[in-house]
Nanobody
Framework: QVPFVESGGGLVQPGGSLRLSCAGA????????MTWHRQAPGKAREWVAT???????FYTDSVKGRFTVSRDEAKNTMYLEMNSLQPDDTPVYYC???????WGQGTQVTVAS
């Protein structure tokens, strides 16, 4: 059983928005350090954002001002709100809890006109 289940991916036009979800499915996302990563075909997995238990957030430069990570502890779910999407934002998105590393199965985002 995967510890987390991502959802919310899909096809969106450039400039559009999507909200990804990462639901705990055997593990907790509440009060934990949680991260989002993404991976395009043939490329290394890339860190996108980190959410700390106190609410502090950090983002890779390419998504700053466009993406927002948050969580709903009552629902044991983390979110990634993505705005002003561009074709470079296209790959599969994964949520992860570090130490030891646990990953979800990923959700595909496709930005195309």
């Amino acid at each position: 059983q995967v510890p987390f289940v991502e959802s919310g991916g899909g096809l969106v036009q450039p400039g559009g928005s999507l909200r990804l979800s990462c639901a705990g499915a055997g593990d907790s996302v509440s009060d934990e350090i949680m991260t989002w990563h993404r991976q395009a075909p043939g490329k290394a997995r890339e860190w996108v954002a980190t959410l700390f238990p106190g609410g502090a957030t950090f983002y890779t430069d390419s998504v700053k001002g466009r993406f927002t990570v948050s969580r709903d502890e009552a629902k044991n779910t983390m979110y990634l709100e993505m705005n002003s999407l561009q074709p470079d934002d296209t790959p599969v998105y994964y949520c992860q809890k570090p130490g030891p590393s646990k990953w979800g199965q990923g959700t595909q985002v496709t930005v195309a006109s």
